[in-house]
């Protein structure tokens, strides 16, 4: 029986939320934890006020992903219309912000980054008391409930998933899988074609790529050699209330060999 769900993720613009300081929104050059188990959560119609729903998906679901192409780094900068902070007063709605009088709006100043034309691979594997089987997940990623997007609404994915069922006995042999192409072979698009040599002249990838999970160090391969450990808070608490916990995650870089 296949233990892994893999699937590849693509957009020309993607948005994997980092800790927020003041108007600055920055971006982590992969999805993390939060992100992906937001993914699947809008495939299977999990609404982010569904506390059980999201709980039980948080709890079903390891994940991993290779980094083929972190994409290009873009800085959107803006102009924002705020209202004055005043206490027990609370704005529920962007329509009630601006329902104040105009004469009492405050303009800020935003930046907001994002990832343009990135490629993501991702694994996914059920921990022993899933809420969902893999199938379960595959059907969801194939036929969302709601729109999938990567990070921000402003980036929904450019191509489909894939979503494809696996046997492997480590996170790198399922992220390694070669993808059947979802698309025309006539096509000269984009990053599905399942070809190394292919999807590098398309896109332009670089010559590094980047293996990040979560479990044991040697998860990866069964080697802890050149892994990275550290700490990182994107672990879901509560979606309502922006909530997140701390997690281990691990890392490898990798240098792909240059032909000739």
Not at 207 to 216: A, C, D, T
Not at 224 to 248: H, I, K, L, Y
């Amino acid at each position: 029986m296949p233990n892994h769900l893999i699937f590849r993720l693509y957009a020309p613009m993607a948005s994997w939320g980092e800790a927020a300081v003041g108007e600055t929104r920055p971006t982590a050059t992969y999805p993390g934890r939060s992100a992906i188990l937001g993914l699947i959560g809008a495939a299977l119609g999990i609404r982010r006020d569904d506390d059980d729903g999201q709980h039980r998906l948080r709890k079903s679901l390891q994940v991993a992903v290779k980094q083929r192409s972190p994409g290009l780094l873009m800085r959107d900068y803006h102009t924002v219309q705020v209202p004055p902070s005043q206490s027990k007063v609370t704005h529920r709605t962007r329509r009630e912000e601006l329902a104040v009088p105009k004469e009492l709006l405050n303009t800020i100043l935003s930046s907001r980054d994002y990832r343009c034309d990135g490629v993501w691979s991702v694994a996914v594997r059920l921990t022993a008391n899933a809420a969902w089987s893999l199938t379960e997940l595959k059907s969801a990623l194939e036929r969302p409930r709601f729109l999938l997007y990567l990070g921000r609404k402003a980036c929904p994915v450019a191509a489909p998933l894939v979503p494809t069922l696996v046997e492997a006995s480590h996170w790198r042999q399922a992220l390694d899988h070669p993808f059947e192409s979802a698309l025309d072979p006539q096509r000269t698009w984009l990053p599905l074609v399942g070809n190394e040599k292919k999807d590098k002249h398309l896109l332009r990838l670089p010559e590094q790529l980047i293996y990040v999970w979560e479990g044991e160090a040697d998860a990866l391969d069964g080697d802890t050699g050149t892994v990275e450990s550290s700490e990182t808070w994107d672990e879901p608490v509560n979606r309502r209330r922006w909530q997140f916990m701390a997690r281990q995650e691990h890392r490898r870089t990798e240098f792909v060999e240059r032909e000739g």
